[in-house]
């Protein structure tokens, strides 16, 4: 087994004009209709919420060896949460298709974030 990471940092300022400033049909290149209702369920930090999302999506970008602007649309990726909260991730398509590519065993994520940043990580066991 190989291991592989990605992380990445976003200002939350950011993500927040970013979220701001875009039409609900526009915010569904980048978030999925989930991603979206969980993220504006938080009234008072919904930015840290998609700040977070943004970043690990980078992070599991870096892990499949694609850019933000390559072939997998960053919609193809999508982080949701278990009961406990814990987040967890969903490929489709693209992303789904480089991850049996690549032979990826798993991809574990983390979000963190401080009032002003969120930093995503991603770790896969490549077989």
Do not use: W
């Amino acid at each position: 087994m190989n291991i592989v990471c990605g992380v990445d940092i976003v200002e939350i300022i950011r993500i927040k004009k970013l979220v701001d400033r875009r039409r609900e049909e526009a915010l569904q290149s980048i978030f999925t209709l989930q991603e979206i209702s969980y993220c504006r369920s938080f009234k008072a930090n919904y930015a840290e919420k998609f700040a977070g999302r943004f970043a690990v999506k980078e992070a599991v970008l870096k892990v499949l060896g694609k850019g933000i602007f390559g072939p997998v649309p960053i919609n193809c990726i999508e982080i949701l949460n278990n009961t406990e909260g814990k987040p967890y991730l969903v490929l489709k398509g693209k992303a789904l298709e480089y991850y049996n590519i690549l032979s990826i065993a798993s991809i574990d994520i983390s979000i963190s974030h401080t009032a002003s940043l969120a930093v995503g990580f991603a770790t896969a066991l490549k077989e």
